[in-house]
Antibody, heavy 116, light 107 residues
């Protein structure tokens, strides 16, 4: 059974940093692109980052480019999102997702609140 | 960037009815389209990929169709457990983009 479990969320002040983790199991992690998708409270879904199988290629929307960094450790079947210079508009539930073209499996999400 | 315009924003239908949700892309996305269901308080779940392929375990009353810039999700024989928000997403090109969502309620 595919499982994705996010951790590392919480309350953080504007301008500070936070690192999210996603532990994967139930599939060969190194064979799949992975992504982070977020959802602000009562809002729609926004793609945040994608990483290739080896980690050599990463993709970001303009809204987070230069502030967020996606990475992975295939030996640990883990995905990460380093978030720097956080803004109030980054407040959201962050989901880790496996990519097979579409996002075929999602984690339960972790809440990040950016507030002073 | 490819814009995804989803309609309607909300929908109310009776049990057993058939409902259709539409998504229009701002350019041809060559069937690189997925539909997700999100129940209240839960994470999104994949329903349809490649515009018309049913994801594993998804009931056959869900179906997807379309091509080019116009796509739709149809739910036959609406059930109470179908109460949820539905989102389309294009993955033909980066940045990946989602529709704004459709909230489905039972009348």
């Amino acid at each position: 059974e595919v499982q994705l479990v996010e951790s590392g969320g919480g309350l953080v002040q504007p301008g500070r940093s936070l690192k999210l983790s996603c532990a994967a199991s139930g599939f060969t992690f190194s064979n799949y692109y992975m992504a982070w998708v977020r959802q602000a409270p009562k809002k729609g879904l926004e793609w945040v980052a994608t990483i290739s199988t080896s980690g050599s290629r990463t993709y970001y929307p303009d809204s987070v480019k230069g502030r967020f960094t996606i990475s992975r450790d295939n030996a640990k079947s883990s995905l990460y999102l380093q978030m720097n210079s956080l803004k109030s508009e980054d407040t959201a539930t962050y989901y880790c997702a496996r990519l097979a073209g579409s996002s075929d499996y999602w984690g339960q999400g972790v809440m990040v609140t950016v507030s002073s | 960037d490819i814009q995804m315009t989803q309609s309607p924003a909300s929908l109310s239908a009776s049990l057993g009815e058939t409902v259709t949700i539409e998504c229009r892309a701002s350019e041809d996305i060559y069937n690189g389209l997925a539909w997700y269901q999100q129940k209240p308080g839960k994470s999104p779940q994949l329903l349809i990929y490649n515009a018309n392929s049913l994801h594993t375990g998804v009931p056959s009353r869900f179906s997807g169709s379309g091509s080019g810039t116009q796509y739709s999700l149809k739910i036959n024989s609406l059930q109470s457990e179908d109460v949820a928000s539905y989102f389309c997403q294009q993955y033909y090109n980066y940045p990946l983009t989602f529709g704004s969502g459709t909230k489905l309620e039972i009348k």
